[in-house]
T-cell receptor, first 112, second 113 residues
Framework: KQEVTQIPAALSVPEGENLVLNCSFT??????LQWFRQDPGKGLTSLLL?????REQTSGRLNASLDKSSGRSTLYIAASQPGDSATYLC???????????FGGGTRLMVKP | DTAVSQTPKYLVTQMGNDKSIKCEQN?????MYWYKQDSKKFLKIMFS???????INETVPNRFSPKSPDKAHLNLHINSLELGDSAVYFC????????????FGQGTRLTVV
């Protein structure tokens, strides 16, 4: 059964720092990996989707990498801003399971 | 134009009642899901429907019954509500077998009192 772990669970940084959020998964038989952002009391906003054949995806200040063989992904946020404060969720779409399995999230606070 | 919409956004009800949450997607996706987010914010799959057929039922009590009248709709009916059912319920959709991006609704916060 797929398990997804995100480290750290919480992170507080000063504005302007570059930061890395980590995601690991136990079963490498995945179709894709998706990073989401969730603001308090809100829904999930898709940030980046990496297909299993891809190594990375970029959108603005965000860069996500995928190493399927080692079961790891990282989300790199450049020049963090207070508006980046949110919970970041990693989810993998399994080959066999026809569903997304989520990690527990990283709660990010960027201080002005 | 909202891609995945859920109604209602908030639902407060007494124990023992029956309630429904509706979900609609206008993305043309063939697969829809219900996820539950508990008090610790962990998201867990409840159901997955592909082309109106149930694909996944993840050890959810049979008080929860999903219904998919067509590919664009997946409703969740809950009978005999219990305090432990209080959570945020998210509907989502994707083109599953092509493994496209999944889109989520804004969630329904269910509070059972």
């Amino acid at each position: 059964k797929q398990e997804v772990t995100q480290i750290p669970a919480a992170l507080s940084v000063p504005e302007g720092e570059n930061l890395v959020l980590n995601c690991s998964f136990t079963d490498s038989a995945i179709y894709n990996l998706q990073w989401f952002r969730q603001d308090p009391g809100k829904g999930l906003t898709s940030l980046l989707l990496i297909q299993s054949s891809q190594r990375e995806q970029t959108s603005g200040r965000l860069n996500a990498s995928l190493d399927k063989s080692s079961g790891r992904s990282t989300l790199y946020i450049a020049a963090s801003q207070p508006g980046d404060s949110a919970t970041y969720l990693c989810a993998v779409f399994n080959n066999a399971g026809n569903m997304l399995t989520f990690g527990g999230g990283t709660r990010l606070m960027v201080k002005p | 134009d909202t891609a995945v919409s859920q109604t209602p956004k908030y639902l407060v009800t007494q124990m023992g009642n029956d309630k429904s949450i509706k979900c609609e997607q206008n993305l043309g996706h063939d697969t829809m899901y219900w996820y539950k987010q508990d008090s610790k914010k962990f998201l867990k799959i409840m159901f997955s429907y592909n082309n109106k057929e149930l694909i996944i039922n993840e050890t959810v009590p049979n008080r929860f019954s999903p219904k998919s009248p067509d590919k664009a709709h997946l409703n969740l009916h809950i009978n005999s509500l219990e305090l432990g059912d209080s959570a945020v319920y998210f509907c989502a959709s994707s083109q599953a077998f092509e493994a496209t991006e999944a889109f989520f609704g804004q969630g329904t916060r269910l509070t059972v009192v």
